[in-house]
């Protein structure tokens, strides 16, 4: 074989390792596609118990985690961190020894140490999610609604900013329904959600304990503008959906304008007399299994569901306050409600 013939054989032996090696890798690297990591510093240890808040991960994401601790590393299971995620807490029983290493420590061990435990939390990408939604707060500190896309509030009732009360800041929105056919005192902001979104909305909500609604919405999402309301009471061609409180007991529901609402979360007793943080978390699917909807009060996980929880069409308007009151069976009164929030990830409880 001549000199030329080997050096051809040689380099073409490279090549093909070369891309071998390179299909090896890809491989190994592609299961992790996706995947971000997200790590929360222990907030306490109490004797052999460290408690870490988590928040701001979907709970269906949650692929792997860790805790570190020093030199000590040990694997949390993931179903541990989704039922913490819920919660927003998480509790791990660390080792005899890595507590005794830390009492050694003194003074020297502090949150920002490492030898403070730490939480690593690996997610992936499992569920549909579209673009990060347009975030928001409106807290109404300026003492109008200038926050807002827009109010309403209907003949009969009144929309005003009060400083009676607040839950953050020292001002507060107030719905005042006074009685009448129609009760809607509202403000929104205009959204851009499709099939996929995956959004976080909320706010604080204060009840008199005297107040009598038979049937309220505090939150609720439409289609609107797009696809109308309702005509001569029949079902309209646009979607609802969101929070609503029937005899005192809040869920998360989907719906059509005039059609037969559709529970997906109960959440229990709305508390009356006193702040209360709602935060609800959607994924909107048409489809079963795709979708999902978790409704959180005052930071507490009350429940989940992976039913359908929208028609898969654009929503463009997140609505809060007294959205919408069943007059027929309520009797006039007001609420108070702040801290309206958009966003990508859990905002929790002041």
Not at 18 to 24: D, F, R
Request: positive net charge; aromatic residues 8%.
């Amino acid at each position: 074989m001549s000199r030329t013939a080997r050096s051809t054989r040689r380099t073409a032996r490279r090549i093909c390792t070369a891309l071998l090696a390179t299909v090896i890798i890809s491989l190994l690297v592609a299961p992790l596609a996706g995947a971000a990591s997200k790590s929360f510093t222990a907030k306490r240890v109490s004797g052999k118990t460290a408690v870490f808040r988590v928040a701001g991960i979907g709970t269906a994401q949650v692929s792997r985690a860790r805790v570190k601790v020093g030199g000590y590393r040990k694997s949390v299971p993931a179903s541990t961190v989704r039922r913490a995620a819920r919660r927003g807490q998480l509790r791990l029983r660390l080792p005899r020894s890595v507590v005794k290493r830390m009492r050694r420590s003194g003074a020297r061990v502090s949150r920002r140490s490492r030898r403070w435990p730490r939480l690593t939390v690996t997610t992936r990408g499992s569920q549909p999610k579209g673009a990060p939604v347009a975030e928001s707060t409106m807290g109404f500190e300026s003492g109008d609604f200038s926050e807002a896309s827009d109010t309403q509030a209907k003949s009969g009732g009144s929309l005003s900013v009060t400083g009676e009360r607040a839950y953050e800041g020292s001002k507060s929105a107030r719905a005042s329904w006074f009685g009448g056919s129609t009760a809607a005192q509202r403000v929104w902001k205009d959204t851009d959600w499709n099939q996929g979104s995956e959004v976080w909305y909320g706010m604080a909500v204060y009840v008199p304990a005297n107040t009598d609604y038979c049937y309220w919405n505090p939150m609720r999402w439409d289609n609107y503008n797009e696809y109308g309301g309702t005509d001569d009471n029949k079902p309209g061609e646009g979607d609802v959906g969101g929070l609503t409180v029937d005899q005192n007991k809040i869920s998360i529901m989907t719906n059509k304008y005039g059609g037969e609402e559709t529970t997906l979360v109960d959440g229990g007793t709305l508390p009356k007399g006193r702040w209360v943080w709602l935060e609800v978390h959607q994924v909107f699917s048409p489809n079963d299994g795709k979708a999902l909807s978790e409704l959180y009060v005052d930071g507490q996980h009350r429940g989940a569901s992976t039913k359908a929880n929208s028609a898969g069409r654009k929503i463009t308007s997140l609505r809060a306050g007294a959205v919408a009151v069943a007059s027929s069976c309520s009797s006039p009164s007001k609420i108070d409600f702040d801290r309206v929030t958009i966003s990508n990830s859990r905002r929790g409880p002041a």
